[in-house]
């Protein structure tokens, strides 16, 4: 839609406009989205399995780790749950917004998330299950990140905000570790 040769830009909008008009019940994805949707709506809901598999690792660990009086670490696990929730909440919403569908079924939620649900045997192994969990996370992430590149922005964007998170929750785990070691 735009070239760009030297400093010159040119834009057709004449084409913009008519190809907004026609193909207006596509929504948010017009005729210049760049990246192949299946594959990013496939890419978003297992980025979405795998936010709820860490949800329920990390409310599980929060109630074990209350249970045998472990305050602290027990709401560092309850602050995580709660982020990973808002990542699942705007990965579902951005699936809608490429007129795709949510994948809440828990049928196969395990085999579509990159992340395990371990339960752990004792805190610190909760704490090293977690931190295991979030490296993989923050390694899916960056590869979906490469793959979209500038194909779709938005949701590349998106993954951007999400990994940065991940990343302060693996050194979150990586410091709480530390101190018990
Ligand atoms: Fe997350
Ligand atoms: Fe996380």
């Known amino acids: 839609m ?5 400093d010159t830009f040119v834009m057709d909008v004449e084409k913009i406009r008519e190809d907004a008009r026609r193909h207006m019940s596509d929504g948010a994805v ?3 989205y760049g ?4 594959t990013v709506l496939k890419l978003l809901n297992d980025a979405l399995a795998t936010e709820i598999v860490c ?6 660990h929060h109630f074990m780790a209350k249970g045998i009086n472990s305050e ?3 709401a560092e696990f309850a602050a995580h749950a709660a982020e990973e929730q808002g990542h699942a909440d705007s990965i579902a919403e951005r699936i809608v917004q490429l007129g795709g569908e949510p994948d809440f079924a828990p049928d196969g939620l395990k085999t579509r998330a990159h992340s395990e649900y371990k ?3 004792n805190l610190t192994d909760m704490i090293k299950e977690n931190l295991i969990a979030e490296r993989i ?6 590869e979906i990140i490469r793959y979209l590149g500038d194909k779709d922005v938005t949701t590349r964007r998106l993954f951007e905000d999400i990994l940065a998170v991940e990343e302060e929750h693996a050194d979150d785990m990586a410091d709480l570790l530390a101190g018990r070691e």
């Open 119 to 121: 339960e752990g045997e």
């Open 72 to 74: 602290a670490v027990a």
């Open 2 to 6: 735009a070239n760009q040769s030297g």
């Open 35 to 38: 990246a192949d949707l299946e």
């Open 55 to 60: 949800v329920l690792r990390y409310k599980r």
């Open 30 to 32: 017009t005729q210049t």
């Open 137 to 142: 996370a923050i390694d899916t992430y960056r």
